[in-house]
């Protein structure tokens, strides 16, 4: 407590009540925080800790102050505490109180923009202040010798003490080095200002005030240059979307791209994309289903967490096209998180897209929606190539029938038919490109047309499964279940191995056991009148 007791003040003794309601503080907020259970990320983030994307998603930025007074553990609090008593005591004796308390927030601020400025993982402790402190009373004893007893905190003799406290963060890990020297250079910088108490008396509370100001200016730059967002393309998937720019692409085994950002528990908001093959032009609604029954079982445990409540299917639009949407409330820190997931048909494919972000914290919904609304959907890879094959081969019928091929997957049978069409041309006899241009015409409303190409290529091919389906797709676009049924047959006796013709006769089968039977139209006799049947 001795320690930088001021020269020349006529033997009154000036107590650091600032530092020492500080330190109160510190241990008592500590002591609250391990009297709630065991002191993790979750409970630090829950009281204030500095976590990049709550400042800068959620606006949260209190907790670049707030940050300076949570601590890990036992171990890290006493190391600071234990400097800072010296340190902070030494500096309080020579200045006013209130210009100490200006310092203190300045520092505060100073260290955890810095922090904030390096990168968004959560950080906590008064490390900062220790620094900040042990700063100005480098600078400030150098200006002012006199004013110290002790000659260790009196200008470049603290220096040797700084390099050794910077040198052990730098070899220990999980320590902010980028808040430390924020903290340091803010309190070298308000030392060459600060002045004792006599001379500081005759110049008002202008100086502090500026000093808080432009820590406060530094924080508003800080958070303004980090809270920017980026657009992420997925040339595979076709899709682009607009992110904030501290997410970060995760790895993930199962064919998703997924970002989150950054946070392990509490606070953790997630987006991950994924494309469903699923063979026949859909309009997700089945995906829909088939997702809230196996990830959201109402009140079970799931692969997402415990589900407590679910909304949807409903139909909305994502990226200019029809999607259904999920709606789920999940189980989880405090109060649980939310869930959307959505799914956007594309031809053959169905992206699934899903969005979670903690309910505590309404404003990621924000962030959330500003995602959906800039989501797009881009040409993707295999369509890129596929079209560059047909232009770099105008003449080959195999690049043509290629990118015919593609668009009709995609979901574009339209655009498909024309280079399908030239395909045919250039090689009438390749039943597959007719199979294609068929299936292109009757996925377009086309439906004679489609039928005509459907005949044309099981004449070329009369035992290709491929044509005869052709025929049964061409049957039932006409309404015809039967004779639909009866094609199907018949390519079953051709290929009574395939699965998937096996499970379409199933499904037909079924069409035809819901579906009523017309009644027969009567023709009433001449001169009565019309007679309708009902319906």
């Known amino acids: 407590m001795s320690i930088g007791q ?64 949570l601590h890990r553990d036992v171990l890290h609090l006493v190391l600071n505490v234990t400097v800072l008593v010296a340190a902070g005591s030494a500096l309080e004796r020579v200045c006013r109180r209130g210009d100490y308390v200006a310092f203190l927030v300045t520092v505060a601020l100073a260290t955890m923009s810095s922090s904030l400025a390096w990168s968004g993982a ?63 250079v803010a309190g070298g910088l308000a030392g060459a200002f600060l002045e ?68 392990p528990g509490l606070g ?6 994924e494309a469903i093959e699923a063979g026949e032009p859909m309009d997700g609604l089945a995906q829909a289903r088939r997702y809230q029954e196996e990830t959201l079982p109402l009140d079970a ?53 899903v969005f979670t972000w903690p309910a505590q914290w309404a404003a990621y919904q924000d962030v959330v929606g500003r ?37 009709r997957r995609l979901g574009a049978p339209r655009y498909a038919i024309t280079p399908l069409s030239e395909s045919v ?22 439906v004679e047309e489609g039928c005509h190409a459907a005949d044309e290529a099981q004449v070329y091919g009369p035992s290709d499964t491929g044509a005869l389906e052709a025929g049964v797709r061409c049957e039932l676009a006409r309404g015809a279940l039967p004779r639909a049924l009866a094609r199907l047959e018949e390519a079953r006796r051709v290929d009574p191995q395939d699965a998937r013709l096996r499970a379409a006769e199933a499904v037909l089968r079924t069409m035809m056991e819901t579906v009523p039977p017309e009644p027969p139209l009567v023709m009433p006799p001449a001169g009565a009148p019309g007679v309708s049947p009902r319906p």
Request: aromatic letters at 6%; glycine letters at 14%; proline letters at 6%.
């Open 268 to 273: 953790r908001a997630t987006f991950s994309a």
């Open 371 to 407: 995602m959906v609304a800039e989501l797009r959907f881009d040409e993707p890879s295999v369509l890129r190539e596929a079209r560059g094959r047909a232009l770099l081969l105008p003449g080959a019928p195999g690049p043509r029938r290629e990118l015919g091929a593609v668009l």
């Open 122 to 184: 959560v950080s906590v402790g008064a490390s900062g202040l220790v620094y900040g402190c042990l700063g100005a009373l480098l600078v400030l004893g150098r200006r002012h010798r006199a004013l110290f007893r002790v000659r260790w905190l009196s200008g470049e003799s603290a220096l040797p003490t700084v390099l050794v406290f910077l040198w052990m963060g730098w070899t220990s890990v999980g320590v902010d080095n980028a808040g430390h020297l924020g903290g340091l």
């Open 425 to 446: 041309s250039q090689s009438p006899s390749h039943v597959g490109g007719r199979v294609e241009l068929a299936r292109a015409l009757l996925e377009a409303g086309r």
């Open 6 to 69: 001021p020269a020349g003040e006529g033997g009154v003794r000036v107590h650091p009540w600032v530092t020492l309601t500080l330190v109160g503080v510190l241990l008592g907020l500590h002591g609250v925080l391990w009297a709630q259970g065991p002191v993790d990320v979750d409970m630090l983030v829950r009281w204030g800790a500095k976590a990049g994307p709550l400042v800068l998603e959620a606006g949260q930025v209190w907790r670049l102050l707030t940050a300076n007074l």
């Open 301 to 353: 445990p799931g692969p997402e967490g415990r589900t407590l409540s679910v909304q949807g299917p409903s139909s909305t639009q994502v990226g200019g096209r029809m999607a259904q949407r999920l709606r789920a409330r999940l189980e989880g820190p405090d109060e649980g998180r939310h869930l959307i997931a959505y799914f956007v048909p594309r031809g053959e494919w169905v992206y699934r897209l």
């Open 196 to 263: 004792p108490r006599d001379v500081a008396s005759r110049r008002g509370v202008l100086r502090p005030l500026v000093g808080v100001m432009a820590a406060v200016l530094l924080a508003a730059l800080v958070v303004t240059e980090r809270s920017g967002w980026r657009v992420e393309r997925d040339d595979g998937f076709g899709i682009s979307v607009a992110l904030p720019e501290g997410w970060r692409g995760e790895v993930d085994g199962q064919g998703r791209r997924t970002f989150s950002n950054g946070l």
